[in-house]
């Protein structure tokens, strides 16, 4: 799930049965779902990124394989085009764009969880190898957050992690930063008032419903409200400066029900 042109997609997928190349998109002010084009490639635990009026859509899995495939989406054509490989084979891998440029680490090739990461050039069409992790990362998270690409949680092949590095493509090195204060992948990630957060996902025992944030001035994580469901290999976005955002509120919603039972009775 990725905001995108104040509208939400959901890409691809797996309903237990098979994986999807279908794309459908939720406008937040009509409350409308709208089926969108297709991708070429079905793929689930794939990674999205947005930079400038194009969405992406990297690796996954169809069904039957892990791929290096890389899609992008043009609204305006309602088309998705291929753009080139990426150097690896990944899936449950993830991505985020910083300075115009996308950048995805980690992830599973089909026999292992990898620590390389890779940077694209939309200009030129090329990725490049970036100097690897320093753990291996699976059903981890990308953020591009202050300047620099955080890597979160995940999972290195035999334990969920705390631990979370950034990387600095100034300096092209890889840095640990606090962990959180317990381990995590298959989680969610969002981005408000210049705090991060990560919500849900499963912590090497159960799916749980914690969440925390990263405050980068104390370099510190601090517990907040957990979700009403524990829920794993979820997603989230920031939506901002939509109309309706009042409707999405916890105030919002009891209002609109109060609206409701007023004018029904």
Known sequence: M??????IYVIGGFDGNQCFNSVRCYDPVTHVWEEKGCMYVQRCYVSVAVVGDYLYALGGYDGHRRNKSCERYDSAKNQWSFIANMHNIRSDASADSLEGKIYIAGGFNGTQVLDSAECYDPATNEWTLIPNMNTPRSGVKAVAFRNYLFVIGGFNGSNRLSTVER????TKMWTFVSPMLGPRSNFATAIINDLLYVIGGFNGLSTIASAELYDPLTNSWRPVTDLNLNRSALSA?????????????????????????????
């Open 2 to 7: 990725i905001w995108h042109q104040e509208k």
């Open 167 to 170: 990387y600095d493509k100034v």
């Open 237 to 265: 976005c920031r939506v901002s400066n939509i109309s309706t955002a009042h409707e999405y509120s916890y105030i919002g919603s009891v209002a609109l029900q109060e609206s409701v039972g007023s004018s029904s009775s």
